[in-house]
């Protein structure tokens, strides 16, 4: 019997070429058949009149409800067990997706698996991730290059379940933009009891400097977001991660 394949769902705001790029890259690099879900962030027309063309569902947000909870709107779209996300600046690499899926699928008790992240120009960009120590995303220095248990994913292209993610409530719609994902996996691990897996078997690029565009950015780059997001975060879990600073560190 043929494994289903997951179902890809991909966020926008803004960013056509670079949302182009993506979707051609996951059209061109992931076996039939594609199941692609896309919610639009209430980007321009022009970005919009783009996706309308893609093959898939589309949902288009009549204001921007910010990453996670246009995420969690798709998801309540999706009955499929097996999720994959990508951000819009990701350019995905030929058995991506496969790779995640063996690793989700080796351990009923696997709620995320995440890819290992390379620069445009060829060098590595994130590997095994660990945070920093003041809870910040980590400098990703530890380059291993076999599956393990991790702290975290930043899951600009990751795979999850479903089931874990209606055990722990969802992504925590309070996060706008930043750090949702991090709180998203210590849920899965500390209230879900579910392991979350660095896999460097699926390869990614991450093209998040390629032709900044400027709705994007001032909103990426604002302080008061970024720094709300990062307290709630800290708020949270900082007990927690600062008891697992020798933990994954190594």
């Not at 292209?157 to 969802?170: D, H, N």
Request: with cysteine.
């Amino acid at each position: 019997m043929k494994r289903q394949m997951p179902t890809i769902i991909i966020v926008t705001y803004e960013r056509l070429e670079l949302t182009q790029r993506c979707i051609e890259s996951v059209l061109n690099n992931t076996s039939p058949p594609i199941k692609l879900v896309i919610v639009d962030n209430c980007s321009r027309n022009e970005v919009k009149n783009y996706l309308v063309k893609v093959p898939g569902v589309k949902i288009f947000l009549d204001k921007n409800l910010g990453l996670y909870k246009a995420l969690n709107y798709g998801i309540r779209m999706i009955d499929e067990e097996l999720i994959a996300f990508l951000d819009c600046d990701i350019i995905v690499t030929r058995g991506w997706i496969e790779a995640l899926t063996h690793e989700i699928n080796i351990n009923n008790n696997i709620g995320l698996v995440g890819s290992r992240y390379f620069n445009p120009d060829g060098t590595l960009q994130e590997g095994y991730p660990v945070l920093n120590e003041n809870g910040w995303y980590g400098e990703n220095h530890i380059d291993k290059l076999e599956s393990a248990d991790c702290q975290y994913i930043a899951i600009g292209c990751s795979l999850f379940k479903r089931s874990a993610w209606q055990k722990v409530g969802g992504f925590d719609e309070n996060y706008f933009i930043s750090h949702g994902d991090i709180d998203f996996c210590f849920k899965l691990r500390y209230e879900g009891k579910l392991r979350v897996r660095y896999c460097p078997e699926s390869t990614v690029i991450h093209d998040h400097n390629s032709r900044l565009e400027k709705n994007y950015e001032k909103l990426r780059f604002n302080s008061e977001i970024c720094n709300k997001d990062y307290s709630l975060f800290k708020q949270k879990w900082e007990k927690k991660y600062k008891l697992e600073i020798n933990s994954f560190n190594k």
